[in-house]
Structures are given as C-alpha cells and as structure tokens.
C-alpha cells in the first residue's frame, strides 16, 4: 500500500482557499486518489477521489500531476466549519478500505 | 448517498465485560465492511475486514479472540470486544463501500466512544 505524507497542520482565515499537498511516490499504477474530511468524534466523510488530472465536485477540487505522486486538495472559501482534519488515502478502487489512513492535516479556520 | 449506521454511540463499561457494537448499511448491501480503532489525536488503525459469510480478516497484531467480528448479513456488521480492559478505550468506526467507489468512497459510520471503566 502506498505511503502517503501531508503537513501536519495549517491554518487559515475564513474566505480564503485552501491548497492541502499529499506526497505518495510509491502510487501504483491501478490507485486511486481519495481525500476523507473527519471532525472530531466522528467517523470520516468522503470528500473526493480522483485518478489523473483534475477532479471537481461541489465541496472541493483534487489536482493530480501526471506523473501521479502527488495530489493537492482544494477548498474554496473555506468557513470556520472547515476545520477538521483531512486525510489523503491511496489504494486500489476495489479495495480502498483496505488503504492505510496517514496521519492527516489538522486544518484551523480563523475568523 | 450511502448511509452507514453505527450503534451505539457511545459505551461506558466495566473491566472484564464484553461490550457489542453494530455498524449497518442502512440502503445498500455490503459484503465487506471494515473495522477502525482511533486513539485520541491519533489516525485511524485498520483492525480487520468483515466479510458476509465467512471469516474475518485481522490486520496484524490485532488479537481476534479479543474482538470478535461477525458479519451474518448483507447489512449487518458486529463488532464484540471480549473481556475488555481500560487500554481497549478507544473510538471504534466500521465502513463499507456503496456500488461505485469512485462516486461514494467508503462510508464510514459516526464511530462508538468506548470507555472502559
């Protein structure tokens, strides 16, 4: 399984968006990309998954360069209600349960 | 989108005793869920893979006398840890994936808070 590695934390303000970078040099060639959002005491919520190139949904945007080892999730105007933890997961398709969850980027939204 | 029920919330027990925790798949049907433990301010441990119908799979040095997994149906995933001790406190989250992952991801339940008194 790939090994993933993500800042520890970052902070940023309300309005502002914001870039969270995951590092996986070791992807292989059938994994895929998914990005978790996790408050506490709660179980995590899928934010988005992606392959190659770019991917949007109606939360957040996933760019991922060609040569796949790396992935940058997107906020747009984040909110106070963003701060969580977020956590980069790679693994096959069929059997992402089975990736292993790193250790996360504990995201703090300032007013 | 896919919901994955967990029950029950949270637990206080006492030493020794066995506590059961379900994780449902309320509008799919899952033949594998999976079991996470989550220490405080750490990430999420895979435990083991539930599989509809047989035997479980445990990650290593996950103990399965000790947490017994039983995956009876398609909707339906238990979780008993056995004899259980203050250092099995932990949060506890199961997850299944709903038809296409690419679209869902694994859903994950709202997770247990076991504390063991």
């Known amino acids: 399984l790939a090994k993933t590695t993500q800042p520890i934390s970052m902070d940023s303000y309300e309005g502002q968006e914001v870039n969270i970078t995951c590092s996986h040099n070791?992807?292989?060639?059938?994994?895929?990309i998914t990005w978790y959002q996790q408050f506490p005491s709660q179980g995590p919520r899928f934010i988005i998954q992606?392959?190659?190139t770019k991917v949007t949904n109606e939360v957040a945007s996933l760019f991922i360069p060609a040569d796949r080892k790396s992935s940058t999730l997107s906020l747009p105007r984040v909110s106070l209600s963003d701060t969580a933890v977020y956590y980069c997961?790679?693994?096959?398709?069929?059997?992402?349960?089975?990736?292993?969850f790193g250790d996360g980027t504990t995201l703090t939204v300032k007013p | 989108g896919a919901v994955v029920s967990q029950h029950p919330s949270w637990v206080i027990c006492k030493s020794g005793t066995s506590v059961k925790i379900e994780c449902r798949s309320l509008?799919?049907?899952?033949?594998?869920m999976f079991w996470y433990r989550q220490f405080p301010k750490q990430s999420l441990m895979l435990m083991a893979t539930?599989?509809?119908?047989?035997?479980?799979?445990?990650e290593q040095g996950v103990e399965k006398d000790k947490f017994l997994i039983n995956h009876a149906s398609l909707t339906l995933s238990t979780l008993t840890v056995t004899s259980a001790h203050p250092e099995d406190s932990s949060f506890y989250i199961c997850?299944?994936?709903?038809?296409?992952?690419?679209?869902?991801?694994?859903?994950f339940g709202s997770g247990t808070r076991l504390t063991v008194v």
């Open positions: 997850s299944a994936r709903a038809g296409d992952s690419t679209i869902y991801g694994y859903t």
């Open positions: 997961l790679v693994g096959k398709n069929t059997n992402a349960g089975k990736s292993t």
């Open positions: 509008d799919f049907q899952a033949t594998t």
């Open positions: 992606g392959y190659k």
């Open positions: 070791n992807i292989a060639t059938n994994d895929y």
């Open positions: 539930s599989n509809e119908g047989s035997k479980a799979t445990y």
